[in-house]
DNA sequence: CACTAATGTGTACAGTTGTTCACTAATGTG
DNA sequence: CACATTAGTGAACAACTGTACACATTAGTG
């Protein structure tokens, strides 16, 4: 009888859920350890509408883990654009990667989990993200002639060390209070530091090889 | 009547359980998605027993950081006594790490997906055992010349790279099955390179710096 | 050897879980 | 505009959850 079942747009409750499910990972919660009828609550949403949009919690997240994947790339777009001097492009790129992290710190805390998450196929997937950006990067690096003289495979592995290196830091960073401003800005200098250290071994690479 | 309950040795079931807890995370499961049944079910002993040992999950957690922190000092011992010419040093060690992190699976796995994880004390814990093993790493490097001319700052953030990288080695590792000779090879391999790169950084700081 | 603290057991209960089902309202297609 | 499809709802269920309680057994103490 007073039923105001209504249907808006389409696809919004799915955009629910999958809004939830961040919300309760940014609110300290493991992925992991969500159930259905958790997260349809906190989407303001009945149980059984879970069912219409998502097999059970892992085809969420590995939803979530394609949605990952659109947040990467503006941000490599962005960092593409706003990288200007070669000489900062450390600083640069590590500042764009914490904005990012930090606006859509949900969905990187998302990430951190899912690395050693229970899902094998969302680890896999985000695995695949972060080869994808490291590949990226090589090419980047290739177009500003800032690895000549690395042969395909070692730039491959420099890239590699580089975003494992900052997804660590992500950890770091989704461990402290977005306004702790000391705590963040000491994170970004340690790992500006991490990537200054793997360049300049990246630098001189071949030489120190014999 | 036929009530054969009987105390072994003290804190028998209390090991029981925390092995109990492993051999989950060691199939597959999440730490923080395990229950309190599930754990004793998966132990053998009945759903009360746990609380003479434990206040909750998270305090089992705890104990097992605790736990994680005597294997990895067994690890550090294994590697000061066996790693004797410098040149090998790099190589040595991965091959050190990869065999414990094998036979010690469960602990590495979890110790994994602790670094992420929901309860912040355990993620502390983690934290905090790691850096004790970058300050040993420094220590070590310190005493066998190898770090002259970088400040202890310097040594210390390389030292702290080094840990991140071989941590970030182990969830490639605790993805792939034990007995995938080849796979665990490139993984060495990878990682050796990683630390190699790191170290060519570190030898060459001091002059780009500038 | 008696006694106390520690440890293990069985039962119980209220709350939560995932999932099914039949039903209804809105949507977009022809 | 009829109609099939999609999306949302509520009630129901059996299975499981964490935790409390009273009780039984053992270990180690003096």
């Given at each position: 009888m007073a039923d105001h079942r209504q249907r808006r747009k389409p696809g919004e409750t799915r955009e629910k859920l999958m809004n939830a499910a961040l919300e309760l990972v940014g609110k300290g919660r493991h992925f992991a350890s969500l159930g259905i009828r958790e997260v349809t609550r906190q989407a303001g949403v009945v149980p059984t509408s879970f069912y219409r949009h998502f097999r059970n919690m892992d085809d969420l997240g590995l939803q979530l883990v394609d949605e990952l994947g659109l947040v990467l790339r503006r941000m490599m777009r962005e960092a593409r654009g706003n990288v200007l001097q070669a000489d900062k492009l450390i600083e640069e790129s590590v500042g764009i990667f914490i904005n990012h992290a930090q606006s859509n710190r949900n969905f990187f805390l998302f990430m951190a989990q899912g690395l050693?998450?229970?899902?094998r196929a969302v680890q896999e997937g985000i695995r695949s993200e972060m080869r994808f950006f490291a590949s990226e990067l090589a090419n980047d690096l290739r177009r500003l002639r800032l690895a000549e003289h690395l042969s395909d495979k070692d730039l491959d592995v420099t890239c590699d060390l580089v975003v494992r290196t900052v997804a660590f830091s992500l950890t770091d960073l989704l461990g402290?209070?977005?306004?702790?401003d000391y705590q963040v800005d000491q994170i970004r200098k340690r790992t500006t530091h991490f990537l200054q250290l793997i360049f300049v071994g990246a630098a001189n690479w071949q030489s120190d090889k014999a």
């Open positions: 050693a998450g229970e899902s402290v209070a977005v306004e702790d």
